[in-house]
């Protein structure tokens, strides 16, 4: 069965502080790892990987795949109270379909 | 550019009835894919349409069926619903770029 799993649940931090969340997927015919984040309703979209070892970045946020372990992690440098929110990643198969985690909750506490 | 738009925002229905969600894609985005969302199952992809036919399909049972029209919106049917249907449904639309997808606020669908 195709799966995704996320970890940590939650996460409760204080600004400046350095945060990373982790994701390992299963899924059959892979084609890509998505991270996005989701503060009230739509989720929008972080980054996509689809080569291992190369960092994806975009300001305090970065992303790495490996996919001999089939993990991904997103880290967040200097959190700032606007980072609070849950952070969804996907893997996406060749038919484009996407396979979601439950999503890591992170509270940045001024 | 107007984002993704769905309608209802919000809904309350009993066991039994049926219900109809509506998405309006992004302009030029010919692709519109739903989810369910629930806390313990987190995001679950029901299905894909592009140009008014349904590419992909995830692992949900008959009652959930969806279409597509020559305008790319697309609605979403949910037929004989059960306590376990509620949930906030997302659709997303994308273009060429499918892991782009840009999503809408929802419908949050309670089944009473």
């Known amino acids: 069965e195709d799966k995704v799993v996320q970890s940590p649940l939650s996460l409760v931090v204080h600004e400046g502080d350095t945060v990373t969340l982790n994701c390992s997927y299963e899924?059959?015919?892979?084609?890509?790892l998505l991270w996005y984040k989701q503060e009230k309703k739509a989720p929008t979209f972080l980054f996509m990987l689809t080569s291992s070892g190369i960092e994806k970045k975009s300001g305090r946020l970065s992303s790495i795949l490996d996919k001999k372990e089939l993990f991904s992690i997103l880290n967040i440098t200097a959190t700032q109270t606007g980072d609070s929110a849950v952070y969804l990643c996907a893997a996406q198969n060749t038919g484009n379909q996407f396979y979601f985690g439950t999503g890591t909750s992170l509270t940045v506490i001024p | 550019k107007a984002g993704v738009t769905q309608t209802p925002r919000y809904l309350i229905k009993t066991r039994g009835q049926q219900v109809t969600l509506s998405c309006s894609p992004i302009s030029g985005h010919r692709s519109v894919s739903w989810y369910q969302q629930t806390p313990g199952q987190g995001l679950q992809f029901l299905f894909e349409y592009f140009s008014e036919t349904q590419r992909n399909k995830g692992n949900f049972p008959g009652r959930f069926s969806g279409r597509q029209f020559s305008n790319s919106r697309s609605e979403m049917n949910v037929s004989t619903l059960e306590l376990g249907d509620s949930a906030l449904y997302l659709c997303a639309s994308s273009t060429d770029r499918p892991w782009e997808q840009y999503f809408g606020p929802g419908t949050r669908l309670t089944v009473t």
């Open positions: 899924v059959t015919n892979f084609r890509s």
